[in-house]
């Protein structure tokens, strides 16, 4: 394939990492997701969080039933499991039987609705110990959250502190280390010594694959440019543009588009969370080809992903065209509104 091609067909993708909250807004997100991929994984953050597999299936029907709601047929939503401090062996092996993708670890504190999350690694060893022996994998919000580690810091000190002892001392746990933002992150995943193991790999967002932190302050303050873990500098931008073009299977494709109300963004202390949903594949494509990469973005969006999970590939194929399609200033949400990522501006690249 040439690498400037106005057109390109690929495999249907999946989106590995994704918000689309409960209740009256979730159909108003869930609709841009299902338009374009195959499936996705459903992040557990709700409030209270999805803590257990009943929790988890009774989420899970509420998504079904939305779909059906919204005409969609065709899109799977795969479902996880909050861990906590007190999630014992049991339940992890229940949710491998009743089909949970995975369970997430959210250090407290460390982003939108966490404060219910891990106070001490130490304390979930019988659930570590469990997903490991069964193949389950740890989703990883990689940062640590004590206030005195400078925010741009938080991924890269987590690799030290907690992910690298982590993995020395449950060597076969399958873990994704989600949404990478540095360099740091990039090339310990990619470096990572498995003996041949399919037991590390990263999704990365498309804001991070396009922007760095100074979008975050371009001519005043973003808030719809601020998510966790935050833009970080140019070099790590293309620390993780470098990797995820690379066609290395240890990186594959997670929007972690995070829905929150434009009031609740705009505010004097606004959420962290970019809302990529709307046009997701044209803002990967556009990071594609900003390197003449756009032949690794099948490998990216929509192989590695159900290769690392052990599901199937997908078989229906999409084509994405170089259609420039303008982003409305806002979507319905609810009650509210919603800013999507590049709102008002174009993305150069659009789902046929
Ligand atoms: C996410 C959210 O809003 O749920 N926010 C974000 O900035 N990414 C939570 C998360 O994945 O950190
Ligand atoms: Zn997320």
Redesign the pocket.
């Known amino acids: 394939m040439s690498n400037s091609p106005t057109q390109i067909q690929l495999i249907q993708p999946d989106d590995w990492?994704l918000?689309i909250r409960d209740g009256e807004v979730m159909k108003d997100v869930l609709a841009d997701t299902a338009r374009q991929f195959a499936r996705a994984i459903i992040?557990p953050?709700l409030k209270p969080p999805v803590t257990t597999v009943d929790l988890a299936k009774a989420y899970q029907g509420r998504i079904q039933a939305n779909l059906k709601l919204l005409g969609l047929t065709g899109f799977t939503p795969l479902m996880t499991l909050y861990l906590t401090d007190n999630t014992s062996a049991d339940e992890v092996r229940k949710a491998k039987a009743e089909g949970i993708i995975g369970f997430k670890l959210y250090p407290a504190g460390?982003?939108?609705?966490?404060d219910a999350g891990v106070s001490d690694l130490k304390h979930c060893d019988a659930a570590l110990e469990a997903m490991q022996a069964i193949g389950m994998p740890l989703l990883v919000?990689g940062e640590v959250t004590g206030s005195e580690v400078d925010i741009f810091d938080r991924e890269a000190v987590f690799i030290d502190t907690i992910l690298e002892p982590l993995r020395k001392k449950f060597p076969d746990l399958k873990i994704v280390f989600?949404?990478i933002t540095t360099k740091q992150a990039a090339h310990y995943v990619r470096d990572a010594v498995t003996g041949g193991k399919n037991t590390i790999a990263a999704t990365i967002t498309p804001q991070h694959l396009l922007m760095n932190r100074n979008a975050i302050f371009a001519g005043g303050i973003r808030p719809h440019n601020y998510?966790?873990?935050v833009l970080k500098r140019e070099e790590h931008r293309l620390a993780l543009i470098d990797v995820a073009t690379s066609g290395n299977p240890r990186f594959f494709l997670g929007t972690?588009s995070?829905p929150?109300a434009k009031g609740a963004k705009e505010a004097a202390c606004g959420?962290?969370?970019?809302y990529s949903a709307f046009n997701a594949l044209g803002l990967y494509a556009e990071a594609f080809e900003s390197v003449g990469k756009l032949d690794q973005l099948e490998g990216f969006a929509s192989f590695f992903g159900p290769d690392f999970y052990s599901l199937p590939r997908n078989t229906k194929k999409i084509t994405l065209a170089k259609q420039a399609q303008q982003i409305p200033d806002e979507l319905p949400l609810g009650d509210a509104t919603i800013v999507p990522l590049r709102a008002g501006e174009s993305i150069a690249w659009s789902l046929v």
């Open positions: 990492h918000h992040m953050n460390a982003t939108t609705n966490s919000h989600e949404h998510c966790l873990p972690d995070a929150h959420c962290a969370g970019c």
